[in-house]
């Protein structure tokens, strides 16, 4: 099941932009790990790096190395296609498929793969939904379309499509920033029951949720404009926030700067 990432000496680049510079960083399966840092630093570029959804990009590239569980993900005959199945992502704004049943949204992935059996189907939509807090909101109306949903529960549909997959990490690239106070909490308690079965990285500009949610927090931060944006510290958060070791990472969370 959930499993860990090892990133070392990672560049990231946008064509010739050197948008990431050696970022190296150990991530323990199942915990939850933030990224925090100013605008522009390279959060969300090293997020999709973890399952190489910068590769949509033309021209993106990295070097240096991803592995998870020491498999190389980006080794020569590595699908990534593949990899984006065993480490899923949730993105900032939710995503369903708006005029597709919550049930086939939660299971759109399986029926791409070839999964067929409806029964099978339906237990996969049950657990999947159950996993992220929402079967009880849900559970007599899977025939209405995704987009029907309120924007939280939106958020917790694309979270259960992520793990009806069965993936090992989930990636979350500020899942919380288009949702009200309410619905924001109720994805932090469902983040922390997942970190028993998943390893988890969210990006997030929120610092409470950074200290709420997570075990680990890397702060990134740019020399300058137009520099690439690089690792300052990372550590348990209860250090980083309450004992940072560099000033920059200081001046950020007391919000002098960022
Ligand atoms: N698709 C892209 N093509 C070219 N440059 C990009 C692309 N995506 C990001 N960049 C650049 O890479 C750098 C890092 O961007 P990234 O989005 O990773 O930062 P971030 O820390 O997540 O920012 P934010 O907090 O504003 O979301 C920025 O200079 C950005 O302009």
Redesign the pocket.
Known sequence: MAKSLTIEDLN?F??D?H??KDVSLKIAPKSVTA?I????????????TLNRM?EV?P??YTTGSVKLDGLDLYGKNVDPVGVRTTVGMVFQRANPFPTMSIRDNVVAGLKLSGVRDKAKLDEVAEASLRGANLWNEVKDRLDKPGGGLSGGQQQRLCIARAIAVSPQVLLM??PCSALDPISTLAIEDLVAELKSSYTIVI?T?NMQQAARVSDQTAF?NLSAAGKP?ELVEVGATSDVFSNPVRKETEDYISGRFG
């Not at 100013?38 to 090293?46: D, E, N, Q, R």
């Open positions: 990231v946008y064509g932009f948008a990431v990224f840092g100013p605008s522009g630093c390279g959060k969300s570029t090293v997020l999709r910068h990009t021209g993106a690239d500020e990006v500009h990134f944006g």
